[in-house]
C-alpha cells in the first residue's frame, strides 16, 4: 500500500472534520461529536502541532491523528506533562488496511524525538495493547478521581519513566465541551441518520468499567 503519513496542513481542517465525522459516526453513541472536538483543538493551548498527522492513500486524506498535552500528578504534588492522542480514525472503507497502526506507529516515534515520555489515552485495549499500552493500574496511574477506568492506557516512551510513584492522570480541558455549541456545528454538514449499533454498547460497558 502505498501510503503517506504527513502533518495536516490548515487547508486539511475541513477534510479531516468530514472524515472524523464520517468515521465516528454512530459508533460510540447516535450520531458523534468528535469533529467538533477536532475543530475545537486546534486552537486550543493544549493541541501540539508537531503530532497531527494525516494518513494520505492515493492522494485523499483517509485518516487522523491529534495529540494534545495532558499531565500526571504524584502524592507530593510533583506533576510531568504527558500527552494525549485522540480522536484516532479512519474512514471506514479503508479500515483494517493498517492505516490506524501506521498513524499510531509514526506518532510515537515523532514523539519520542521531540522528548516526550508516555502517550496516555482513554481508548478500548482491544485496539491498543498489541501496540504496547498498558492498562493504567500497572502504572499506578489514577484517574482524578483515584480510580482506575478500564480504558484508561498508557505507553511508557521510556522504559521506567512512571515506575516508583502513584499518580492522577488529567486530559487537557478540550474534552469538556458543550454539546449544544457541537450540535450546532453539526448542523453545517450533510444530514446524516443518527441510530443505534451494538459498538454503542460495547463504549457504554467500556467507560462505566474500572480496574479494582
Ligand atoms: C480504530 C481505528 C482507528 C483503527 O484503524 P484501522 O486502520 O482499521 O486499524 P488497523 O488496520 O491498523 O488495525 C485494525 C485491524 O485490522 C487488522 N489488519 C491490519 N492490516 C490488515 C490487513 N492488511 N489485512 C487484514 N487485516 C488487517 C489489524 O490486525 C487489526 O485487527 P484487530 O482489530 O483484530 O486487532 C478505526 O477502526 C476507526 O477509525 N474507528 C472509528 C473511530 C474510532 O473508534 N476510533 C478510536 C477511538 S478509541
Same mark, same amino acid.
Given at each position: 500500500m502505498d501510503l503517506i503519513i504527513r502533518l495536516e496542513t490548515p487547508a486539511d481542517y475541513g477534510t479531516v472534520e468530514d472524515l472524523t465525522r464520517e468515521s465516528f459516526?454512530?459508533?460510540?453513541? $447516535?450520531?458523534?461529536?468528535e469533529h467538533y472536538l477536532v475543530h475545537k483543538m486546534r486552537y486550543h $493551548?493544549?493541541?501540539?502541532p508537531e503530532l497531527d498527522f494525516v494518513a494520505v492513500y492515493d492522494d485523499k486524506i483517509v485518516g487522523s491523528i491529534i495529540y494534545t498535552k495532558s499531565r500526571i500528578i504524584d502524592d507530593a504534588l510533583n506533576e510531568i506533562g504527558t500527552i494525549t492522542f485522540g480522536p484516532l480514525c479512519v474512514l471506514p472503507e479503508y479500515q483494517k488496511c493498517g492505516i490506524g497502526s501506521a498513524l499510531i506507529n509514526h506518532s510515537r516515534k515523532v514523539s519520542l524525538d521531540l522528548g516526550y515520555r508516555a502517550i496516555i489515552i482513554e481508548g478500548h485495549p482491544h485496539n491498543y495493547c498489541k501496540h504496547g499500552f498498558k492498562g493504567s493500574k500497572t502504572y499506578n496511574i489514577a484517574d482524578h478521581e483515584g480510580k482506575y477506568p478500564y480504558s484508561l492506557l498508557v505507553l511508557e516512551l521510556?522504559?521506567?519513566?512512571?515506575?516508583g510513584q502513584n499518580w492522577k492522570y488529567y486530559s487537557s480541558d478540550?474534552?469538556?465541551?458543550?454539546a449544544d455549541a457541537a450540535a450546532e456545528f453539526d448542523a453545517q454538514f450533510p444530514y446524516k441518520e443518527k441510530k443505534y449499533a451494538t459498538t454503542q454498547e460495547e463504549f457504554q460497558i467500556a467507560s462505566q468499567a474500572f480496574i479494582l
Open positions: 459516526w454512530n459508533v460510540h453513541v $447516535p450520531g458523534c461529536d $493551548p493544549d493541541f501540539i521510556e522504559k521506567g519513566f512512571l515506575s478540550v474534552f469538556q465541551f458543550d
